[in-house]
């Protein structure tokens, strides 16, 4: 049976190279928050897959929704599946990471047993910021809900309307391990369900943030490698960019490792010894791979970027301009056949 492409008509197997018509606008993207991220990857562009993956409890869900908080900023409609989360976790990390920087918005609550204070506290949104940030992603941000399906078809199906319905370009999902599957061969399903996700990205033109989690390590080694990330390879190999997230509050800093990887990293001009969190770009079609160090906001859930050993650095300066929206142009006056 012939392929049929997205408009509904027959697929020819071969076309011109000729056919295809110039863009005279570079491709329409988003800026990541971080400056140097940004600059590494280029921006993030739609029709593309990126992966942020860890270690357990590393932070790739703290940095996936910040990222996607920095989106919405930019005037882009975001829906996620936060398969870990109830809907009052996902809001609360994203509805404080709206207002990092303004400390004002939030209060020291102390929890109390028989009327009397306890050791235990948390920082919490005044009631004016929660509004705030509620009116900030209302109608801009929408959730998967959790309690249906964890097929990867009906995922898409919900993201699906979120194009249609709300204008939604960028999705989340957190993570592969969520995904429901019935199957002797686990790797196969895998394959199947990741190709199911690049396949909707190229199609729909938008981009989609897919989270996974890294293998056990062998002792000793701190920095995971594209191989490390668990599950199939075809999670690595559809990705455009990948990030691999390393907490330094846990790993031991007088080790031989560490030391080692402090010297790499002020190759790229940081002093390891100041950041919260390392995030390597092990793989991108953008510029170039290499890292970048983060600093922590606790109070707001917050990553922000590290100082640079050389703060004036060109690197530095491309990547905090915030560009327009870009529609790229066309010829339309050919019958393409793709």
């Not at 739609?46 to 703290?62: A, E, H, M, Q, Y």
């Not at 309690?147 to 919900?158: F, Y």
């Not at 390891?272 to 922590?296: N, Q």
């Not at 606790?298 to 100082?307: A, H, M």
Request: with cysteine; hydrophobic share 35%; net charge neutral.
């Amino acid at each position: 049976m012939a392929k049929i492409n997205i408009k509904g008509v027959k697929m020819q197997k071969i076309y011109d190279i000729g056919l295809v018509p110039r863009k005279t606008e570079m491709a329409e993207r988003f800026m990541f928050p971080f400056s140097q991220i940004n600059y590494l990857l280029n921006g993030g562009e739609f029709d593309r897959v990126t992966l942020i993956t860890s270690s357990t409890d590393n932070g790739k869900s703290t940095i996936a929704s910040q990222i996607i908080c920095d989106i919405i900023k930019q005037g882009w409609n975001c829906c996620c599946f936060f398969g870990e989360d109830t809907p009052y976790e996902s809001q609360d990390r994203i509805f404080k990471q709206s207002i990092y920087g303004n400390d004002d918005s939030l209060v020291y609550k102390t929890y109390q047993v028989n009327g009397k204070d306890t050791n235990v506290a948390e920082w919490c949104l005044t009631e004016k910021a929660f509004e705030e940030a509620r009116e900030k992603f209302a109608g801009k941000l929408f959730l998967y809900n959790t309690n249906a399906s964890a097929k990867v078809d009906e995922i898409l199906e919900g993201f699906d309307e979120a194009r249609e319905k709300y204008g939604c370009r960028v999705f989340l999902l957190d993570n592969c391990d969520q995904f429901d599957f019935s199957s002797d061969n686990e790797n196969k399903a895998m394959k199947d369900i990741i190709i199911k996700i690049r396949d909707y990205a190229i199609n729909h033109k938008v981009h989609i943030f897919l989270i996974s989690h890294i293998r056990k390590l062998e002792s000793g080694k701190i920095l995971p490698s594209l191989d490390d990330v668990k599950g199939t390879s075809s999670i690595v190999n559809i990705a455009k960019n990948v990030l691999i997230v390393v907490r330094m509050d846990k790993v031991d800093h007088e080790s031989k490792e560490y030391k080692s990887l402090k010297r790499l990293i002020e190759l790229n001009n940081y002093n390891l010894d100041d950041a919260d969190s390392l995030v390597y770009v092990a793989k991108t079609k953008g510029r170039k791979l290499g890292f970048a160090c983060l600093k922590y906001n606790r109070r707001t859930n917050t990553y922000y970027d590290c100082k640079k050993i050389n703060e004036k650095t060109e690197e530095s300066e491309r990547a905090t301009v915030i560009a327009p929206k870009v529609e790229l142009q066309e010829v339309i006056d050919v019958d393409l056949p793709f």
